[in-house]
């Protein structure tokens, strides 16, 4: 069962409202897949939207009221959970930490009107703010409710964190091992540099991971196809690489 069924299904054991942690982990993968392609503005706004709806999540927990997710207030929901007890750390934690954290990230987005983009762009460490708080809270959520399995909580943590390729097995000298067969070079090629995405690879690295005579050939082809960008630096995907790999390399559910 992959990373995020596990976690949905460990919170719904627990009580929680089925449709506001689903909603709530597709917001993060919506925010981790546009930090991906390096839309700032998307990360930004489905932040906020991610917070509107831990703050649903805490309440769900600590009430067990039923929540509308299509009509959160924000402000109102922040200073109810303000106000609930903190008698334990966990508590703390679940009612003050993590609100405090999820304000910070809707305040970008208000202050910097992404939701209605007008003169000013969000930039690049606003977003990377918000991408590490939405790890950061989710994270907590994992530690707060996998009490009984922490091992289980770790490797919850690290997928989260850590953008994997479930084809690619990388070892301790950064060697790879592409663990489908049967892709052709120019695949296996597109998901290399997914996997050290966004590093620029330089030739010599990109050859070493990707073993073929034919590799010029190959860079020459996917430039020409607009999938990579290369210069005296090395290689990288474009975004319209990072779709290709994702749409037609990657399975469904990784």
Partial sequence: MAAYERFVTELISQ???????????????????????GDDEKVILHSAKFSDLILALIKNKETKTTIDINNIHFDDLLQEILKYPKTTPEQVL?????????????????????AHVQTIDPCFIDSFYCISSCDWMLSELAMLFYTSDPEEAK????SFVTKKVPLIEEFEDKS??????????????????????PQR????????LVKSTNMYQTLQKLEDERLVHRNSDGNIL???GVKQVENTIL???A
């Fill in 251 to 253: 399975p469904r559910e």
């Fill in 155 to 158: 490797e919850l943590i690290e």
């Fill in 94 to 114: 679940l009612t003050l930490a993590i609100p405090r954290v999820a304000v910070s990230v809707y305040t970008i987005r208000s202050k910097k009107n992404v």
């Fill in 15 to 37: 009580g929680i409202d089925k449709s506001i942690i689903e909603r709530l982990i597709e917001e993060y993968r919506t925010i981790k897949r546009a930090h991906l392609l």
């Fill in 176 to 197: 790879i091992v592409i663990l489908k067969k049967d892709l052709s070079l120019a695949q296996e090629t597109l998901l290399t540099l997914y996997h050290f995405y």
């Fill in 238 to 240: 474009t975004k319209l």
């Fill in 201 to 208: 690879l330089t030739n010599p690295f990109l050859f070493k």
